[in-house]
């Protein structure tokens, strides 16, 4: 295989999206952002940036991106509560944020479904497939 194909696919790759890894990274970024703003920041963090991961994720990272809403919001009031803060009120704050979780949920799985349906569409016209 030449060099030049070599590259040319790696470059196709850093232009699909991102891996699973900093999909979820990202997630856990900004939400971890928010939460450092703020408890009123927390909700429009997580939304913010789950949507925003589902939209440049790459198409093996969809699933990934579907799932992380319910994982990032444990995750970064787990987090909250272990360093410093009182489990009940990060308990409490998961329970404020729960309506604002699953429509956040929904719209990420809306966008994988969309996206996934595109890459498949755009796949069966590339290969002149009907």
Known sequence: MST???????????????????????????????????????????????????????RSALFTAAVQPPLVAAVVLGGAALFGGSLLRSASVFASVFPILGATTGAVVLIALVRFAVHRRGARTRTGAQ
Not at 18 to 38: C, D, E, N
Not at 46 to 53: E, Q, T
């Open 4 to 58: 030049n194909r070599l590259r040319r696919g790696s470059t196709e790759r850093l232009r699909r999206g991102l891996p699973w890894w900093a999909v979820a990274l990202a997630g856990i970024a900004v939400t971890t952002a928010g939460m450092a703003f703020g408890e009123v920041y927390f909700p429009f963090a997580l939304a913010g940036g789950c949507v925003v991961a589902a939209l440049l994720a790459d």
